[in-house]
């Protein structure tokens, strides 16, 4: 009996990042995957197991337990200069899931959502998953949205723009001026920008700003998972307006009921104890992408600067036969055309992993690139 699937599921597949690391072999050396090497740190890890044997496993409200969104509310006043109440936070599995929710509560049929190409490979699929048209916005050779060009891809159809500043798959990192000049565009034009802003805490060059400072049509996602190393916790959150909260929390109810219980507990003891760790691991990476862009530069590779995140973009050419190569050899990248179609000749390095496999990476990368 033939079985019909919905034309939206067809039209999206498997994330090419999750392609390349589902498929590494023993012992590869992993680029491809954008995640800390570092430990959950220990009192985080210890107020898990503190929730678990005070059986703090049961359902919590919809939008998160309270004190988790008072220090939420806390971090985006002190960190981001935004004032918003634990009424207007919602706390997710993950920043994924609070993407999913505001692309469902925002788009259906004939909408279109702007997205940078390229860009993180969720963003076309969870568009195309809420019915609408994703379009991707070519960033030029400074791998970032110019808003001058911005303005010729809205029309009356757009429904969300998504900023992603420190950016994956680039690092590229979108001065105050451009993120102002966006929110405002997006205020004038009646559209919504969607920023993702899980990388914030990762800028070697620049400085962090959330467009939500400049206008009130903004859904900022976040999430424990880089910042904290905790990719694995599932533990996100998404902040906006009254009227957009109410919305997702609707289908938040259907799909997930509630965060992680003991998860939420993790990322309490994270927002609220020392954070030593966060300023370890962006030395760290920025020591990494350091030697790295070096190397790259040795090899004749041409790579523009990522400011943040911890993810370099070179200039590869054939970026399938290189990626192909550098498999062979054991180690994994990911292709540009991975994150839409103007990342055709350029692959993905995560610098996430260790310096010393970093460096049986470049070893390997000087025989192939």
Not at 57 to 73: D, F, Q, V
Not at 228 to 243: K, L, S
Not at 270 to 280: C, K
């Amino acid at each position: 009996m033939a079985i019909y699937f919905d034309k939206r599921v067809q039209a999206i597949d498997i994330s090419g990042i999750r392609k390349m690391f589902e498929g590494a072999g023993p012992g590869a050396i992993n680029l491809g995957l954008g995640q800390p090497d570092f430990d959950t740190p220990e009192h985080i890890k210890q107020a898990a197991i503190r929730a678990i044997n005070e059986g703090f496993t049961a359902y919590t409200a919809n939008m998160g337990i309270p004190e988790l969104r008072a220090a939420l509310a806390e971090k985006f006043r002190r960190e981001n200069g935004l004032s918003y109440a634990p009424e207007e936070i919602m706390a997710t599995s993950g920043a994924s899931e609070a993407l999913h929710l505001a692309m469902e509560a925002l788009c259906g049929e004939g909408d279109e959502v702007l997205v940078p190409d390229p860009g993180f490979v969720s963003y076309l699929s969870l568009a195309t998953l809420a019915g609408a048209k994703p379009v991707g916005v070519p960033l030029g050779s400074r791998l970032k949205y110019d808003p001058e060009e911005l303005k010729n891809y809205i029309n009356k159809r757009t429904r969300i723009i998504v900023l992603n500043s420190p950016a994956n798959p680039t690092g590229a990192v979108q001065t105050k001026a451009e993120v102002k000049a966006i929110a405002e565009l997006a205020e004038d034009r009646g559209v919504t920008v969607l920023s993702d802003e899980v990388y914030e805490h990762f800028i070697y060059d620049g400085v962090h700003v959330s467009p939500a400072q400049f206008s009130d049509n903004v859904v900022t996602v976040n999430a424990s998972s880089k910042t904290y190393a905790m990719t694995g916790w599932r533990i996100g959150y998404v902040a906006a307006r009254p009227e957009y909260i109410g919305q997702m929390l609707k289908i938040h109810q259907c799909v997930q009921a509630c965060a992680c219980s003991i998860s939420q507990k993790a990322a309490l003891a994270a927002l609220t104890g020392p954070q030593d760790s966060v300023r370890i691991m962006r030395d760290e990476f920025r020591r990494r992408r350091d030697y790295l862009l070096k190397e790259l530069s040795a090899m004749g590779v041409e790579c523009v600067r990522p400011q943040g995140a911890f993810y370099a973009f070179p200039r590869v050419g054939d970026e399938a036969l290189a990626v192909s190569e550098l498999i062979k050899k054991g180690v994994i990248a990911t292709p540009g055309t991975a994150f839409g179609k103007y990342g055709k000749g350029y692959m993905r390095l995560a610098y996430a992993a260790s310096m010393a496999d970093i460096e049986r990476a470049v070893a390997i990368m000087k025989t192939v690139l």
